[in-house]
Structures are given as C-alpha cells and as structure tokens.
C-alpha cells in the first residue's frame, strides 16, 4: 500500500485498477476515483480522454438509482473532497465477488467467437445463421473469471461459477446480472440506444447483502449501439470505445496488436471523437445535458 498525493488529508491510496484509483478515507469509506485513463486490448492507452472520470462517475450514479429496486449499490452518503469533485463514488467496501458478470442480449465480441465455435454461448444452444450484431432469443448470463493486473478474463462454465461461490450466490449473480440487463436495456431503448452486452461486478456488504459496485451501464463496461442504424450481419455503430480500437488497428495507428509493443499515443482527432461518443452515450442515456 502507498500513499498517494492525497495522503495528507486523510485518504489513503490503496489500489490502482486499470481506469480507477482506489483511496480508504479516515472514516473507513471507500472513495473510488475515476480517472481519464481508458484501455483497449488489456493496455492501459498513454493518452488520456479529457472528461471520460467525470462522465462515467455521473452515468454510473444516475444507473444506480434507476436500478435500486432491483439491486442495492455501494454507494454511501459522504463527503467527496473537492479535489476529486465530480469524478469520485463515496462506497462501502465490499467484499467483491471475484466474477466479472456478463449479460449478452446481442451476439458480438467474444460472444460471437464462441457461438462460432461452439453454436452457443454460455453452455446456452443457439439457433443457426445468427452473425455479428444478431439479437439472441433471450439475454444470456455469460460469466468470466475476475483476472489479476496483466492477465485476461476467462470464460467460466457454470460448474466452474457453482465451483467458485456456490450454487446459492451464482444464482443470484445470475438473477440480479440479467435482472440488471433487461432494464438497462429497456431504459436505453426508451432513447433509441441499444445494449448489445454489459459487465457489472457485485459484493457482499458487512452484513451478507450482495451490492452493485464499481461502474455500471457505462461506455467503458457496456457496448451502445444506436437502433436506428442497427442492422445484423455487420459491426455496428457504437456510443463505446470501438472507435479506438478500430483506429489501433487500423494502418493509421502504424500498431500491431501481434506484436507485444503497446499501442502508440492517440492523435487529438481520436481523443476528441472518443470524447464526444462517451458524452453523446451519456446525454442519449439520461436525458441530461453535459457540462
Ligand atoms: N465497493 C467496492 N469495494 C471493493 N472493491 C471495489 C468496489 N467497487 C469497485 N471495486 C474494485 O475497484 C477496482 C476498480 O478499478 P478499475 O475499474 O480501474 O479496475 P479494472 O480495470 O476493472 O480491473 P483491475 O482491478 O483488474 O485493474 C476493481 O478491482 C473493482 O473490483
Ligand atoms: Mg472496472
């Protein structure tokens, strides 16, 4: 444990993630700070995308509430200090669930590779002839494994799930994830915004109740697409990150993914264009104005 630049007035820097930084502040709270990092392909990118912490700390808290009787979140009612204003959650600490819990409502990504080779996702058999963008009959629980910093998230059968917490709470990790899916979607198509996939993580609270954490229904752990231009068989249009990652591997970037060198810093076109996807998810989500 270090201590960070805040160190001196109370908070205690804990944790780094890949996009969050993680302080215990003299109460005991959690105080979860969303920076302007993003990643792409497991790296954490050298540029930052101006706003993205703030945008995705109010997108995420404004989900909360929508999802509350569904499911309690970790949020507490404590001060955030002003030099993480609008960019920090003020939490319980958890003690988090080691599974990242995918909901797929559309096949895509890693989805889309295992029906490929399996003709299902999930152990869950699917019709043939679906492609890139398809809508699955039914929203599907998909979960991963939680992978340590540089390592990759593994597909988890639900005999590994049952193996690794217990039939009693896979089931509710199931229940609540899918639960969490149908109305982020129904919400998100309220605005002509389709949710394709989405992660949340959860953990138990003091006293045994399972709480949402982290970040929830946002561009970094969801994939937007826009109905109007929806159409199966292709890659959609997104309100996500894809707009990086096609440029990191597009002949623009001059980077191979293959190549085990990180990817090259973004050009302010990209920064800006990535920029304003995740304010136009935001806007198009809750109906508020940015900024
Ligand atoms: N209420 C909570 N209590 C304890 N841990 C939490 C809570 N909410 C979120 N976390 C953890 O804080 C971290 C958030 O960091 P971030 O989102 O940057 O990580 P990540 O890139 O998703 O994954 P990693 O932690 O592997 O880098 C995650 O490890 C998440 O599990
Ligand atoms: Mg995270």
Redesign the pocket.
Same mark, same amino acid.
């Given at each position: 444990m270090t201590t960070g630049p805040a160190g001196g007035r109370g908070l205690r820097h804990v944790?780094s993630? %890949?996009?969050?930084e993680?302080y215990q502040a003299s109460d005991g709270t959690?105080l979860?700070v969303a920076t302007d990092r993003i990643?792409a392909f497991d790296y954490v990118l050298q540029t930052p995308i101006p706003d993205k912490g703030k945008i995705l700390t109010r997108l995420s808290a404004w989900w909360f509430d929508q999802l509350a009787d569904i499911v309690p979140s970790?949020l507490v009612d404590a001060p955030i200090p002003a030099e993480f204003a609008d960019r920090a959650m003020a939490?319980?600490?958890?003690s988090?669930v080691p599974v990242e819990c995918v909901a797929r409502g559309y096949l895509t990504g890693t989805g889309l590779a295992d029906y490929h080779r399996d003709g299902g996702v999930a152990g869950v058999e699917l019709p043939v002839g679906l492609g890139d963008g398809s809508r699955l009959p039914e929203p599907i629980f998909d979960p991963d494994t %939680?992978?340590a910093?540089g390592q990759h998230d593994e597909n988890l059968t639900r005999a590994d799930l049952v193996a690794l917490v217990g039939a009693d709470t896979a089931a509710e990790l199931e229940r609540i994830t899918l639960a969490v899916y149908r109305r982020g979607a129904d919400v998100a198509a309220k605005r002509g915004i389709i949710v394709a996939d989405t992660k949340i993580?959860l953990?138990f609270d003091d006293a045994g109740v399972l709480r949402l954490?982290?970040?929830v229904l946002t561009p970094d752990s969801s994939r937007f697409w826009p109905a109007e231009s929806w159409q199966p068989g292709r890659a959609q249009l997104s309100f996500d990150k894809q707009y990086v990652r096609d440029w990191l591997t597009s002949p623009a970037s001059g980077w191979n993914r293959g190549s085990g060198e990180p990817p090259p810093p973004l050009p302010a076109s990209v920064v800006d264009q990535t920029r304003q996807t995740y304010i136009a998810a935001f806007e198009r989500i809750t109906g508020l104005r940015w900024g």
């Open positions: 944790y993630g %890949k996009v969050r993680l959690l979860l990643s970790h939490c319980r600490w958890l988090m %939680k992978a910093a993580e953990g954490a982290d970040e």
